[in-house]
């Protein structure tokens, strides 16, 4: 089998690929490079089974010929920057559903019909049922980002629909774990790293989040996407999963984790108010029992893996210099 | 008051400039004429409040100056051909989606911030929930069409979480009356006139829809629309209605109403197949309890607009001739 992975020097996405790679599967990584890390591919690139083409979702012509003779697709690349969206609303638009509108339209071309796409739990708005199934009511949108990643998902199962294509959606939780290159805990190192005194949380700090770690994620996708599902050919060959840890913990708690696992006693101060930023919801929880019925379970709670991820980031601080 | 009607020489569009004249408004049609029919503004045309610019929502510059100095916005255009939209998947990513961000933008630019939005019931996919209601589960999209007036939704609700827009979104059926340009009647009137002796329907016939008449929306529209709703300033400015009749009909006996107010004696013939289409959603019904609750009801029961709109089809032969 050969992936096409979109968004392949990403976090998500380099993970992915040393996965396939380690697997024995081929590998084309198809990013330009604007958020994505040459560093997180360090070991891929010494497989002869690995592919990098540094282009863009907008290059059609590029991505046509780079698609071609590919069996399968992961589409992780995005414009994964929720808080800005409103500073240049054209982002989301652009690097999100229209990117994706070409890569389906590459691969109708290319007659491949297996994808697997990187939603967001973002794309549910502010729902009102927590935890928060994949049958929720229809959300309201309240960021770009969220209002995108819903954009795609339409747009990938009404190819299902019409062209026969299999798609699955994932709506994660924020990840964490290493190679983790922004969020709250890159935040909060960042500063502390700059003054150890004091830290800045933005909002009142009582957000209560549910985040998963990046090797819990890749088990869950790959028990969906690998598998021959020979038992789900009846159903839609569209399937819609979420992803995410049946715990979650409050922003105020996140940050003392994250100062004591930094070994500091640095004063928390909050911004105030119920949201981060516009757009930010303020209860991220989801409701993972369709994933943990088709057998898989996290093996990392949040507490951890937000340790670990300190540890990662203090680990590699040049991740803090090239990232804002 | 100045309106802003984008898609205003089209079915419903037109309807709402004639209304808006009527009660002493001031209209500012915007509309490419792609399928807006020049014939239906002939009354407004001769309103001095009224002026046409023909133009494209591609056409970003003609935008902004002609949305410059209106109130708040209809936005009507779209590609409304749901039943062809696997042959070019673009026209609803483009005429639907980018559209509407190329108008919000042109809002944001000249300050307009209230906007009504035609979604539709295509936005609901194949819903498991009847009568639908505006909070059933997040939708799997089954046309591009449908997928597209979501990403709008989705778009509207962004812009009013992060920009203070007030947006009104009306997932409608589909709609019946005067100007009726396209859809079940109008197939079944145009093939019965061609030949009268049979009538081929697409599907088994069995699919069951709600429709409307277009009086029954425009009084929804414009009592959420109009009002100085007061009483909902403390909730959230973003709102979705579903309109609809409080009952639907089986497409065969549509047919035979049809074949009935024509005076003939068709035999019908089905294609066969649960659905019309590819995307056809077999049972369109809606909740309508929302808007009901807020004192609107239709005066208007699904037998009688149908009669009404093939007697409006037979006087205006000149429109079949026009769209295809």
Not at 7 to 16: D, L, M, V
Not at 104 to 124: D, G, H, P, Q, T
Not at 260 to 288: H, S
Request: hydrophobic share 35%; net charge negative; glycine share 8%.
């Amino acid at each position: 089998m050969k992936y096409f992975i979109t968004g392949g020097a990403g976090f998500i996405g380099s993970h992915i690929v040393d996965r396939i790679l380690k697997e024995g599967g081929q590998v084309v990584v198809y990013d330009n490079l604007s958020t994505g890390q040459i560093n997180f591919l360090e070991s891929a690139k010494t497989n002869k089974n690995f592919e990098l083409i540094v282009g863009d979702l907008l290059d059609k012509d590029l991505l046509n010929t780079s698609i071609s003779g590919c069996d399968m697709v992961f589409h992780m690349a995005a414009n994964a920057d929720i808080r800005h969206g409103l500073e240049n609303p054209y982002n989301d638009i652009e690097q999100n559903t229209i990117v994706t509108f070409n890569l389906l339209e590459a691969m109708r071309k290319s007659n491949i019909k297996r994808i697997v796409f990187a939603s967001s739990a973002a794309a549910l708005g502010e729902p009102e049922q927590f935890p928060t199934p994949e049958s929720c009511a229809v959300p309201i949108q309240t960021s770009l980002y969220g209002a995108s990643k819903m954009a795609c998902e339409g747009l990938i199962s009404s190819y299902c629909e019409g062209y026969g294509f299999e798609g699955y959606a994932f709506r994660f939780v924020s990840l964490l774990g290493p190679r983790y290159p922004h969020g709250h805990v890159f935040d909060f190192v960042k500063k502390l790293r700059h003054d150890s005194s004091k830290l800045e949380v933005l909002g009142d700090g009582k957000q209560r989040k549910s985040y998963m770690h990046i090797d819990d994620c890749l088990d869950a996708i790959f028990l969906v996407a690998n598998e021959k599902r020979t038992a789900l050919q009846s159903k839609r060959n569209y399937q819609v999963y979420h992803l995410g840890n049946p715990e979650y913990i409050k922003v105020s708690d996140s940050a003392m984790i994250i100062i004591d696992q930094m070994d500091l006693t640095a004063k928390i101060e909050y911004t105030g108010g119920r949201q981060g930023w516009i757009g930010d919801n303020p209860f991220v929880f989801l409701d993972v029992t369709k994933i943990q019925s088709e057998g898989w379970s996290p093996k990392n709670n949040i507490k951890d893996s937000i340790c670990e991820t300190v540890d990662w980031l203090n680990n590699n601080g040049w991740i803090m210099e090239n990232r804002q």
